[in-house]
């Protein structure tokens, strides 16, 4: 009770237990309610469309949320609030009828779930009754598999983004399979697309290159889109994958804004993209490739800007880095050039994951989120797990040795990284370490399996995965892993998002999820009043008790009517 009570005036709520139910909790005193679920109208035409037996019908498809909820950032558009918010893949046993046996079928199926991904920019307002989706704002928009875009960087217009359809190698189709999220400080929108890979298949003959292996494409993809649109049929567009793994912006501001694939920024398995400034105005952009054996980068533009000045060239003119972790808790941001990897400058940015190998990047386990304290020049990157260490997880990856911020040999759990830049400039070149957490299991293992020294039997959880800093200088960690509540797992309970305190260490459960659901995304209404929390994959029937389970964002707020972050 005593550590329960210390923590509760270090965090101003009282830290909750482990749930195994399919159902919500947050700490007494707040409330919680959904704010939009897969299949809710984003226009009237889709009032109803939604149905607890059958799902979302297809000509409603491009008119309502997206399924699987991950990142996504607030906007203030003239007094008004949008959000943007990511629908990372799709279930197709929840979205297809049952005859389907969860594969399409037909040219129809494969649009509804082209549809039913991607990204959804929608108005919200408090009504007096909590925030609601204002059903028919001129911002509400989808953005999904077949929306049209451009590309801009050194690696647009290269032959190797060149296309039957886009000969000119300038326009690409569709975002896919956007997981987390970045807010440029200009006010738009990061959308990071990450297993792309598993978009495409083949339907003839294609070519095995180093890329295609490299990055995990094969010939069989998940959802068969090749058997329906040849876009995706390695045998007809051997580079159409290669116009997808990129950081996206679009303009929440204007839904008839056409986004733009920064090829600047490199092409991996994007997870986030969180921006900061360095001390001479320049621009970096902090990201993770979330695969086991894969580096992190960061990207530093040559132009500055401030508030007020145009943000021409910020994201498709500057120095694509990766990281290299030493033992002895320092680090290196190693540039990529053509100079340091022997590469051209697009097939560069295209197969960055080799360029990152040539130049002795540090292979990690499994970088998901970063985020940047606002109060102090740190950051902190999520390494989510890796449990088959030692198995390369595409041909031509690099070895992956137990050591520095990956320091056990099975990760079940995994661990928190956060760094220094030298000079306390994100602009710098070089930074020391530390691990802020190591998950663990204290009730089941001693040592490193058993966590760090803020790991508790009280605070334990797996598989860190989002975070997003706080305007208090706290960090919040939301969890995508094992729920079993079994062996390693036990006393862990469903997923869970949790506040850390970086000056402390100390860590406290906010929220736990519905069985079979991960928590990802958060973000905070203008007021800090409101924080909305995704929560993807539910199971059961959550949230509405019946019928099938609807991946949503909700709502969580004080009862007292304070901000809470
Ligand atoms: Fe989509 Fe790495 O999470
Ligand atoms: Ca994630
Ligand atoms: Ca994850
Ligand atoms: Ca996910």
């Not at 000119?168 to 929108?189: A, F, Q, R, V």
Request: net charge negative; proline share 6%; aromatic share 10%.
């Amino acid at each position: 009770a005593t550590s329960a009570r210390a923590q509760a005036a270090a965090f101003d709520f009282e830290p909750i237990g482990i749930a195994t139910d399919f159902d919500i909790h947050v700490p007494a005193g707040y409330q919680w309610k959904p704010l939009v679920r897969w299949g809710d109208a984003l226009f009237s035409e889709a009032d109803g469309a939604y149905s607890a037996e059958t799902g979302v019908p297809v000509d409603m498809s491009d008119k309502v949320f997206g399924e699987n909820t991950d990142g996504m950032e607030t906007f203030e558009v003239d007094g008004r609030t949008v959000l943007a918010i990511n629908s990372e893949y799709v279930n197709p046993k929840i979205n297809l009828p049952e005859a389907s046996e969860g594969m399409p079928q037909s040219e129809e199926e494969v649009r509804l779930l082209k549809n039913m991904q991607g990204v959804t920019v929608l108005e919200v307002a408090d009504s007096g009754n909590g925030y609601e989706v204002v059903v028919d704002s001129p911002f509400n928009r989808r953005i999904t598999h077949e929306t049209q875009m451009t590309m801009d960087g050194p690696a647009a217009g290269s032959d190797l983004v060149k296309t039957n359809a886009d000969p000119d190698g300038m326009s690409s189709i569709g975002t896919m399979n956007n997981c987390g999220s970045g807010k440029t400080l200009w006010g738009t929108y990061l959308t990071c697309e990450e297993n792309f890979n598993g978009y495409f298949g083949a339907t003839g003959d294609y070519e095995e290159t180093d890329g295609i292996k490299r990055y995990g494409i094969g010939a069989e993809g998940r959802y068969a889109y090749e058997k329906f649109d040849p876009r995706y049929d390695l045998s007809q567009e051997p580079n159409e994958p290669n116009r997808h793994g990129w950081v996206t912006e679009i303009d929440p501001s204007d839904a008839s804004s056409v986004p733009v694939k920064h090829t600047a920024l490199g092409r991996f398995k994007h997870e986030n993209a969180e921006m900061v400034q360095a001390e001479d105005g320049r621009i970096v952009v902090y990201m993770g490739d979330d695969e086991r054996g894969e580096f992190m980068y960061k990207y530093v533009s040559n132009g500055t800007w401030a508030e007020g000045e145009p943000t021409e060239g910020l994201l498709s003119d500057g120095t694509l880095y990766v990281a290299k972790f030493n033992d002895d808790q320092t680090g290196e941001w190693l540039p990529l050039t053509p100079e340091t990897t022997g590469m051209e400058m697009a097939e560069m940015l295209v197969f960055a994951r080799m360029a990152g190998s040539k130049v002795g990047a540090t292979t990690m386990d499994r970088p998901e989120w970063i985020a940047a304290n606002p109060l102090r020049c740190e950051a902190y990157c999520a390494l989510t797990n890796n449990k088959n260490r030692g198995i390369k997880p595409n041909a031509g990856g690099d070895e992956t040795p137990v050591g520095g911020p990956n320091p056990r040999e099975a990760n079940n759990y995994g661990q928190i990284v956060r760094w220094w830049p030298t000079g306390e400039d994100h602009g710098a070149e070089t930074f020391t370490w530390d691990l802020y957490v190591m998950a663990g299991n204290p009730e089941v293992h001693e040592g490193m399996m058993g966590g760090s020294a803020n790991v508790t039997p009280g605070n334990m959880f797996n598989s860190p995965d989002g975070m997003a800093f706080d305007t208090k200088g706290m960090l919040w960690i939301q969890t995508d892993g094992d729920d079993d509540n079994e062996g390693d797992f036990a006393g862990m309970g469903n997923n869970q998002m949790l506040v850390g305190n970086p000056e402390t260490g100390e860590i406290a459960r906010f929220l736990t999820a519905p069985n079979g659901a991960e928590v990802t995304g958060l973000t905070w209404s203008p007021d800090r009043k409101v924080a909305f929390v995704g929560i993807q994959h539910p199971g059961g029937s959550w949230p509405d008790g019946e019928g099938k389970p609807r991946s949503s964002v909700i709502s969580v707020w004080r009862e007292d009517g304070e901000a809470l972050g």
